[in-house]
């Protein structure tokens, strides 16, 4: 049972900007920190952004400032805006529910 499904994913200049999106069934959103991970090509998974039940948020250094979390709890669906993007954001980002349900992933690249 597919309980996360992330879209928005695809090639971007530098400087450009994407938007994700994760949608989660009804229960898990309601019960789970949102969060967004990336991992590149022989790195670790890494965290990018979380926002708490109750829309308290944090980001990875390196992206604050860049990026920015949200969630629609009308729509179960939190999103990752991403402004400014560099090469170094290229990554599969995944989407995940307290760090125990996570998405398929979906690839941005940001290159010329």
């Known amino acids: 049972q597919v309980q996360l499904v992330e879209s928005g994913g695809g090639l971007v200049q530098p400087g450009g900007s994407l938007r994700l999106s994760c949608a989660a069934s009804g229960s898990i959103f309601r019960a789970y920190a949102m969060a967004w991970y990336r991992q590149a090509p022989g790195k670790q998974r890494d965290l990018v952004a979380v926002?708490?039940?109750?829309?308290?948020?944090n980001y990875a250094t390196s992206v604050k400032g860049r990026f920015t979390i949200s969630r629609d709890h009308a729509k179960n669906t939190v999103y990752l805006q991403m402004n400014s993007l560099k090469p170094e954001d290229t990554a599969v980002y995944y989407c995940?529910?307290?760090?125990?349900?996570w998405g398929q992933g979906t690839q941005v690249t940001v290159s010329l």
């Open positions: 995940a529910a307290g760090a125990e349900y």
């Open positions: 926002i708490s039940r109750g829309g308290t948020t």
